[in-house]
């Protein structure tokens, strides 16, 4: 049986009873998310949060996150993005001492059964987009360089591909993305990067490997791929990735939608 374990993004939790853009109710839709991760047929073994955990970064709102998170059995990791505050992050989850010391962006190792999850912090903080410096990548070659045998992940905020929905493209990794790919070329042992930020499942590859992002568990971006399109958002089913891997078969990625829907249905069945 595989291993696998999930990764939730773009939960953008507020205060309780506020609506994000007046209209999404992203903590109930993060309660289904947990729900949902608590109901998979088989349990996870972590769970990871890529970034925009919260939406306006205020101490009260990683407070409500925390107690939305509650329920999950499993260990979680979280990551900060451009709607994140490092150190808010870290007065709340003061006992997640992964997080790192406050005023430095976040880095950290998480070694799974047969796979190792490494996160790496884009966030720059009043903007919305990305950016890796030297010390970051630095950091990051250092920490793939502990282990090349055991097959990778690396978690970050921002993708750092191209989606060509220009808009959120702006607001993209702007800075390290080169010397980004040059490290991951230096370890083969790295599958694949996942990320989140754009409020959709996009799958691409940078520097040889798959690529990805991940649903938000609340609204989605509205696909648009013409030049200079408004950003907008639909409320399309919410929904989160699954990452499975077995030692002899590598590492598959999942969309699971939270929700209730009609089924499963056995096939052939009356």
């Known amino acids: 049986m595989p291993r696998l374990f999930v990764q939730l993004s773009d939960t953008h939790i507020r205060m309780p009873g506020e609506l994000a853009e007046r209209r999404v109710d992203t903590a109930a839709a993060l309660a289904g998310g947990v729900a949902a991760v608590l109901a998979l047929p088989q349990p996870p073994e972590a769970v990871i949060v890529t970034g925009d955990c919260v939406d306006s970064a205020r101490t009260e709102q990683y407070a409500h996150l925390r107690e939305l998170l509650a329920p999950l059995t499993c260990p ?25 010391p406050r005023g430095s962006p976040v880095h950290y190792a998480v070694s799974l059964p047969g796979m190792r999850l490494v996160a790496i912090d884009t966030s720059v903080a009043g903007v919305a987009h990305g950016e890796l410096d030297g010390d970051q990548l630095a950091a990051l070659d250092a920490t793939l360089a502990e282990d090349r045998a055991t097959p990778t992940v690396i978690a970050m905020h921002h993708p750092p ?9 702006d ?15 230096r370890h083969p042992q790295v599958d694949r990067i996942v990320s989140g930020h754009l409020h959709r499942a996009i799958t691409s590859r940078f520097a040889g490997i798959p690529a990805l992002t991940s649903p938000s568990t609340a609204h989605a971006l509205a696909f648009d791929l013409g030049a200079d399109s408004a950003l907008a958002f639909t409320l399309e089913p919410a929904g989160f990735m699954v990452h499975a891997w077995s030692p002899t078969s590598g590492i598959a990625s999942h969309v699971v939608h939270t929700g209730a829907y009609d089924g499963p249905f056995q096939f052939g069945g009356a």
């Open 76 to 100: 979680i990791y979280l990551l900060p993005g451009n709607h994140d505050d490092r150190d808010a992050m870290r007065d709340v989850f003061h006992d997640h001492g992964y997080l790192g």
């Open 161 to 169: 591909f191209a989606t060509y929905i220009e808009r959120m493209d």
């Open 171 to 185: 607001y993209g990794l702007r800075a390290g993305g080169p010397q980004l790919a040059a490290v991951i070329a």
